[in-house]
Nanobody, 124 residues
Framework: QPQLVESGGGSVQAGESLRLSCTVS????????MGWFRQAPGKGREGVAA???????TYADSVKGRFTVSKDYATKTLYLQMNNLKPEDTAMYYC??????????????????WGQGTQVTVSS
């Protein structure tokens, strides 16, 4: 099964930017539907953004216009560009992937492979 490794998290001030990366091992990167999820302390995991096999993208309303998800097929990397960060974006961010059909791109139960997470902290 593929290994997913996130990086790029950190501590920033509100209004600043971060870019998260998720490097995927394995041979079938082109076939993976991939997503970014986050979980804040005491809260459930929520979908943030997803990138389909066909190039489609999906975003949570809370991040539309601020976050951009993209795939680099050459390096087998999924990115999440996060601009104009807000304190409410503070969470552990996880990368996820699946090769099965995804009905709800921001629903975590549709994904089968997960990374270990990277922490994002935004202070006001």
């Amino acid at each position: 099964q593929p290994q997913l490794v996130e990086s790029g998290g950190g501590s920033v001030q509100a209004g600043e930017s971060l870019r998260l990366s998720c490097t995927v091992s394995g041979y079938f990167f082109n076939n993976y539907y991939m997503g970014w999820f986050r979980q804040a302390p005491g809260k459930g995991r929520e979908g943030v953004a997803a990138a389909g096999v066909d190039g489609s993208t999906t975003y949570a309303d809370s991040v539309k216009g601020r976050f951009t998800v993209s795939k680099d097929y050459a390096t087998k990397t999924l990115y999440l560009q996060m601009n104009n960060l807000k304190p409410e974006d503070t969470a552990m961010y996880y990368c996820a992937a699946t090769t099965t059909v995804v009905v709800w791109p921001l629903l975590d139960s549709d994904y089968h492979y997960w990374g270990q997470g990277t922490q994002v902290t935004v202070s006001s």
